[in-house]
């Protein structure tokens, strides 16, 4: 299980109190966490040679991804929403049908609350091609309640890099911390080296099963701790981005 802080981003409000739109994602470049990596290495006093990349280098790693990509975070969260504020659910709690275009609940409000710069008619058709939704005429169902990182080979590149440059991120931030200061990040493994191969399959069923109920509760409980909803006041607050994962390692058998 691993938890990781992204980079810090202030939102500022107008005249009239409505907040501008947030900045166009950082997307995770290859060198960067190389980068990092190797920091990582030394800090932990590790000599390992780094190599020298040159700028052209850079260019050949960092190879530009698909432009919906670098937004795969705010969309995991447009896909949660709508399967939890109530405003979007019908009566048996069930993320129901809603129009595309118009007012609240759209999935044009959506849109607008968390991927703003994205054209409407652009994202419908990518969440579409992903599987993500079905389009009936000018309505739309949500078919899952994240996005899918591994449907297609650029956004799991994509995912991969920001899940690789989260985890160092928390591990070098530990590595920082005092081992009782309450600053720490929580990161604990749980694992077993004699474990029965047989049971690899009912290991992945049971971790998918309790790692999402405990992802989803944690949904829950972001989208009621998010600023926008604790914000006393109209002026300025500080923004963060958090990130909660649950993962299955398995090394090679004996």
């Known amino acids: 299980m691993k938890t990781s802080v992204g980079r810090r981003a202030f939102s500022k409000r107008t005249k009239k109190g409505a907040r501008s739109p947030p900045a166009v994602p950082r997307q995770v470049k290859v060198h960067q966490v190389i980068n990092d990596l190797f920091d990582l290495f030394d800090h932990l006093g590790i000599d390992v040679e780094k190599p020298v990349l040159r700028a052209h280098a850079h260019k050949k790693l960092d190879r ?15 896909l949660t929403t709508w399967h939890q504020d109530s405003a979007y659910l019908d009566d048996l709690g069930n993320p129901r049908r ?6 609240r609940p759209s999935l044009a409000s959506l849109a607008k609350s968390l991927v703003p710069s994205l054209k409407l008619n652009y ?16 309505e739309a169902q949500v078919n899952m309640r994240s996005f899918p990182a591994y449907e297609d080979k650029d956004l799991a ?8 440059d989260g985890f160092i991120r928390t591990l070098r931030h530990n590595l920082d911390s005092a081992p009782s200061n309450s600053d720490q990040l929580f990161h604990r493994i749980a694992q077993r080296s004699d474990f029965d191969i047989r049971e690899i399959p009912a290991l992945k069923i049971r971790a998918k099963r309790h790692g999402q109920a405990f992802l989803e509760s944690f949904d829950n409980w ?14 300025r607050y500080k923004k963060t981005k958090v990130s909660i994962g649950v993962y299955v390692s398995l090394a090679e058998p004996k």
């Open 64 to 78: 530009v991804l698909h432009p919906l990509y670098p937004y795969a975070s705010a969309l995991g969260e447009l």
């Open 98 to 103: 809603i129009k595309i275009e118009g007012r």
């Open 123 to 138: 994202l419908v058709a990518e969440l579409a091609r992903l599987g993500a939704i079905t389009i009936t005429g000018d």
């Open 157 to 164: 590149i994509e995912h991969t890099l920001t899940s690789l």
């Open 222 to 235: 972001l989208i009621r701790k998010s600023a926008d909803k604790t914000a006393k006041s109209v002026g």
